[in-house]
Structures are given as structure tokens and as C-alpha cells.
T-cell receptor, first 116, second 115 residues
Framework: KAGVTQTPRYLIKTRGQQVTLSCSPI?????VSWYQQTPGQGLQFLFE???????NKGNFPGRFSGRQFSNSRSEMNVSTLELGDSALYLC???????????????FGPGTRLTVL | AQKVTQAQTEISVVEKEDVTLDCVYE???????LFWYKQPPSGELVFLIR??????QNEISGRYSWNFQKSTSSFNFTITASQVVDSAVYFC????????????FGTGTRLTIIP
């Protein structure tokens, strides 16, 4: 079974631009979460989508947004990029079953965004 | 608020030595889940183990073992007979309640195994 895939793997943008990152979860996984990883702040939760609905959101400004499609693929968008948005953006998917106990999240390789 | 503390920023050990990575957590929930992830240089987070708050049974899996103690809010991870391939950054993480996919991560411990 293929793992979580993220595109692109590397991206260079300039301040003020916007960017869209894509994530394809493991087949059958309906929950997709996004995390930002920086040397200063570490790994921080951005948001989680399930069945095309945002279920949970971290403490990030409104410039960070996302969406999920009917096939569970997800995109996140960052508008008006700032230098501090340079980070590794990680996507994770998990299998949600009815009445389930928490399932582990499987992470993709990440998209490394550099803002100049 | 939930918090995960990994006090060890970096650890270096000689190959074949045992090494323990510490993790201390804070949460107000009575039901929660604890995790360890490994991040090799490639960047992808690799799931290692999950523990729920009502199961304090410690676990051994090959060279890996985990010690969960609710009394001290600790979830430590030990690698026995370390190998160079174990070199990575290790993260401890916490999730509160079912249906909440949000993981709160510690700052990570960079483990270097010296050949």
C-alpha cells in the first residue's frame, strides 16, 4: 500500500506570494492533518480534515487555510507569505473507523518551503 | 493545556550501548494517548508506538522498550544495543481524547550513534 505523498517536495517563494501544498493520504484513510516544523517552534499542529470538514484547528493566523476533497486528498494554502513561514510542512493521514480507538497517524515526507 | 517535555536535546552514545530517551507530559484529560515518532534525516516521521492512558503495561519490541508511568507522567523510550541506523531525532507526542487527531509534540531528542 502506498504511503502518504506530498507535492511538491521543495518550494521557493518570495514574501507576499501565496502557495498551495498538496497531500494524498494512504488509500482508505479519511483523516488528514497538517503540521508545520521549524527549528524555533518545533512541530506544530495546523489543522485536521475529515470527510471534507475541518474538525480541528491549531493556533495559526488566517493566512493558513486548507481543504479536503471527496477523495480525501487535501491541500493547504498560505497567503501573503512571510519569512517566518519557511518550514517543513508535514501531512499525516489516519484511518477512522466507527467506534474506533485512536489510530496512529502516518506522515508523508513533507514539503520544504523556503520564503525569500 | 497539554504539554510534552523532552529535556534531552542531544544524546551521543557509542554503538551497542543502551540509551534511554526521556519524555514528561502534562494534560488535564483522564483519557489520552502517548506516542513516539522517529525522524531520520530524510524528514519523514516514522510511527514507533502508541500507548493509551489506561494501559500502563510496559512494552518491549525487539531492541525497543517503553516505560509508561502515570504517577510521574513519564513515557520513556529505551533502545538496547544501539546501532548506527538508530541515529535520528525522536519525538514524544500526546493526543487528548478520541476523535481528536491533534498531536502535541515535544521538542525532540537528537540521537547520534557513534560507530
Amino acid at each position: 500500500k502506498a504511503g502518504v505523498t506530498q507535492t511538491p517536495r521543495y518550494l521557493i517563494k518570495t514574501r507576499g506570494q501565496q502557495v498551495t501544498l498538496s497531500c494524498s493520504p494512504i488509500s482508505g484513510h479519511r483523516s488528514v492533518s497538517w503540521y508545520q516544523q521549524t527549528p524555533g517552534q518545533g512541530l506544530q499542529f495546523l489543522f485536521e480534515y475529515f470527510s471534507e470538514t475541518q474538525r480541528n484547528k491549531g493556533n495559526f493566523p488566517g493566512r493558513f487555510s486548507g481543504r479536503q476533497f471527496s477523495n480525501s486528498r487535501s491541500e493547504m494554502n498560505v497567503s501573503t507569505l512571510e519569512l517566518g513561514d519557511s518550514a517543513l510542512y508535514l501531512c499525516a493521514s489516519s484511518l477512522i473507523r466507527r467506534g474506533r480507538i485512536y489510530n496512529e497517524q502516518f506522515f508523508g515526507p513533507g514539503t520544504r518551503l523556503t520564503v525569500l | 493545556a497539554q504539554k510534552v517535555t523532552q529535556a534531552q536535546t542531544e544524546i551521543s552514545v557509542v554503538e551497542k550501548e543502551d540509551v534511554t530517551l526521556d519524555c514528561v507530559y502534562e494534560t488535564r484529560d483522564t483519557t489520552y494517548y502517548l506516542f513516539w515518532y522517529k525522524q531520520p534525516p530524510s524528514g519523514e516521521l516514522v510511527f514507533l508506538i502508541r500507548r493509551n492512558s489506561f494501559d500502563e503495561q510496559n512494552e518491549i519490541s525487539g531492541r525497543y522498550s517503553w516505560n509508561f508511568q502515570k504517577s510521574t507522567s513519564s513515557f520513556n523510550f529505551t533502545i538496547t544495543a544501539s546501532q548506527v541506523v538508530d541515529s535520528a531525532v525522536y519525538f514524544c507526542a500526546l493526543s487528548e481524547a478520541e476523535g481528536n487527531e491533534k498531536l502535541t509534540f515535544g521538542t525532540g531528542t537528537r540521537l547520534t550513534i557513534i560507530p
